[in-house]
Nanobody, 114 residues
Framework: QVQLVESGGGLVQAGGSLRLSCEASGIRFSMYDMGWYRQAPGKQRELVATITTGGSTNYADSVKGRFTISRDNAKSTVYLQMNSLKPEDTAVYYC????????WGQGTQVTVSS
């Protein structure tokens, strides 16, 4: 059974930082491209950042220079370090794993107060 379990969300003031974690089980983690997406109320889910099996990263323009995605294959975990948070970063953040089949986590809420 495949599981992606996110953690690390919460309430933070604008300008603050959070680190999200997503631990995967039931998959050979090192073979999967991983990513973080987010969905704000009333909006579509959008890409935040991705990291390939080789460590190449890609970011949405809105988070470049503020967010950093990384992975630890030994721990089957992908991270999202979020700095200089803004109220517009408020959303549910979802972990994503992709090889041929795609898997999603249940999401973790991030709320940034102004």
């Amino acid at each position: 059974q495949v599981q992606l379990v996110e953690s690390g969300g919460g309430l933070v003031q604008a300008g603050g930082s959070l680190r999200l974690s997503c631990e995967a089980s039931g998959i050979r983690f090192s073979m999967y491209d991983m990513g973080w997406y987010r969905q704000a109320p009333g909006k579509q889910r959008e890409l935040v950042a991705t990291i390939t099996t080789g460590g190449s990263t890609n970011y949405a323009d809105s988070v470049k220079g503020r967010f950093t995605i990384s992975r630890d294959n030994a721990k089957s975990t992908v991270y999202l370090q979020m700095n200089s948070l803004k109220p517009e970063d408020t959303a549910v953040y979802y972990c994503h794993a992709r090889l041929i089949i795609m898997y999603w986590g249940q999401g973790t809420q991030v709320t940034v107060s102004s």
